[in-house]
């Protein structure tokens, strides 16, 4: 059980950049792991929600995209939570900053004592985007939550 103000643990904070540390291309109508968090897990038992502060460069082309969604999963689950891109800024051969907070649901299962991947995805619709290594990062913290 946490007892806010006695036993709040520190939160765990992870850095990361772009998969394989290079610019990454994502197709049309795939949804495309630009950020992945490899071995994620609590320092403690009990729950833990994950909150990712994003901010991602995404390149379009000469036609640009009909929608942009930026979402976050564990491993190849569904989506925990996602950001859809205004569509008045998908415009040809626009360089993108998109920096939404993601944040996930309370779970005692996911962070400990598992181990669990965080991956962070780019889904265009109609045309394909790059999602660049230079001013793409992620960072992603463990917050103690209830235990359910």
Do not use: H
């Amino acid at each position: 059980m946490a007892i806010w103000g006695v036993s709040d643990p520190i939160p765990i904070a992870l850095v990361g950049q772009t998969v394989g540390a290079a610019d990454v291309a994502c197709p049309a109508g795939v949804e495309t792991n630009v950020i992945s968090f490899a071995g994620v897990t609590a320092l403690s038992p009990g729950g833990y929600y994950p909150i990712i502060d994003l901010a991602l460069a995404i390149v379009l082309g000469a036609t640009p995209p009909t929608a942009l969604v930026v979402a976050a999963k564990v491993g190849a689950g569904s989506d925990f939570d996602s950001f859809a891109t205004a569509i008045g800024l998908l415009v040809a051969l626009a360089t993108l900053g998109v920096s939404p907070t993601l944040v996930g649901a309370n779970s005692t299962v996911n962070y400990y004592p598992g181990v669990s991947t965080i991956n962070i995805t780019v889904l265009p619709t109609g045309q394909p985007v790059t999602c660049k290594f230079v001013g793409s990062r992620a960072t992603l913290s463990l917050i103690r939550g209830l235990d359910l």
